[in-house]
């Protein structure tokens, strides 16, 4: 595979839906910012993220998560905004071992604050005794070479952005951090709806864009209320948090594959790590990566390249792993069981030239 992948040095390259920007490209540029998804796009990813959640006036943008905006913008070095956090800076304390915290949500600001902000690179330092010290926290092994007040994103930004650039569109319905229905009138099911208006409105075709949510409810209100949109609706199946969980035990996964596509799903995304086990020294699909190819589900895979180097251990991401990942070579070969073998449509990755490259060698050479 090493011969077959230098054999391609020289390209041509395509752009391709395998290649799926998580975030767009965090390994170097600030998540979910304009530069991060220029970049992932010139890698030649085919379908760009953007995890959306939504403002004190109930506007959509791209955030991870509602509550990270201390870890991943300036808003702690803006007096005006940084007083409207929903918990303010609070220092480590060396005495009782308290770590240094804040609590800075979407939810606080308006989207027209949020859209002054600096977005930076995802991390804090625990430790810091003040807030410029926390902000200082992205792990070694990423940079902050080009994190200088990049522009963070509103939802319709993006789509306009997506649009511009001719790639597709896999936004996340995260999960809200405050009481809903938020501020006693805007429910779960209108946050869904608002998602699809505004692909609607800006007249991009269901083909284009691939809803995704960790939230059965929201699959079902897809399916039910916007079923053109829903036929490339994404679960990300988050049942491997459940107590007793195995990929290689079906009854430990339910409802069953087969259950989930008579239900209508028809796209699953776990993690890297659940589509995959060691067998004889080698890389193998998972009980569950059979399973969801024999029911006619289609897989995409998350994520690549949010890892520390694996020289240093394996982590989450390969933790099925335990005696193959012990180098960055075992991201090359994950990616070629994860296509040749498991059958993924596409795969996240927080760089996506890496997947971009391997799609244009060794799948396809042409343009999805």
């Avoid at 005006?80 to 071992?97: D, H, I, N, V, Y």
């Avoid at 569109?169 to 501020?183: G, S, Y």
Wanted: some cysteine.
């Amino acid at each position: 595979m090493k011969q077959q992948l230098q054999s391609c040095a020289d390209g041509p390259f395509y752009r391709t839906d395998f290649s799926i920007a998580h975030r767009g490209a965090p390994l170097m540029f600030p998540e979910h910012s304009k530069p991060s998804y220029q970049a992932a796009i010139n890698m030649g990813a085919g379908i760009v993220e953007c995890d959306v959640t939504f403002t004190a006036d109930q506007q959509l943008v791209c955030r991870h998560a509602q509550c990270d905006l201390h870890q991943t913008t300036d808003i702690l070095l803006r007096p005006e905004l940084a007083a409207k956090c929903t918990a303010p800076f609070s220092p480590a304390q060396a005495s009782t071992g308290q770590a240094a915290t804040a609590r800075c949500c979407t939810s606080d600001i308006t989207a027209a604050e949020f859209s002054g902000l600096c977005a930076k690179m995802d991390g804090v330092d625990t430790q810091a005794q003040s807030v410029e010290d926390y902000l200082q926290g992205t792990p070694s092994w990423r940079t902050d070479l080009y994190s200088q007040c990049a522009k963070p994103m509103t939802h319709k930004e993006s789509v306009a952005l997506f649009m511009q650039r001719g790639v597709k569109m896999i936004p996340e319905l995260k999960a809200p951090e405050v009481a809903m229905p938020f501020n006693g009138r805007y429910s779960q099911q209108q946050y869904a709806q608002q998602l699809v208006a505004e692909y609607k409105s800006a007249g991009v075709a269901p083909s284009q864009v691939y809803l995704q949510s960790f939230s059965w409810q929201d699959i079902e209100y897809w399916l039910e209320h916007e079923p053109e949109f829903a036929r490339q609706a994404v679960w990300l199946d988050g049942r491997y948090e459940q107590p007793g969980f195995d990929p290689m035990q079906a009854g430990s996964w339910q409802p069953s594959m087969a259950g989930l596509k008579a239900a209508g799903l028809n796209i699953i995304a776990p993690p890297l790590w659940v589509l995959v086990t060691e067998h004889n020294g080698k890389i193998v699909p998972s009980a569950y990566a059979l399973a969801a190819k024999a029911a006619g589900l289609e897989i995409i895979a998350w994520s690549l390249e949010r890892s520390a180097p694996l020289a240093q251990g394996v982590d989450w991401y390969y933790q099925s792993l335990p005696a193959l990942a012990q180098d960055d070579s075992a991201i090359l070969q994950l990616l070629h069981v994860l296509a040749q073998q498991v059958g993924v449509r596409g795969v996240f990755s927080d760089w996506p030239a890496t997947s971009t490259f391997y799609a244009n060698c060794l799948l396809s050479a042409s343009s999805d």
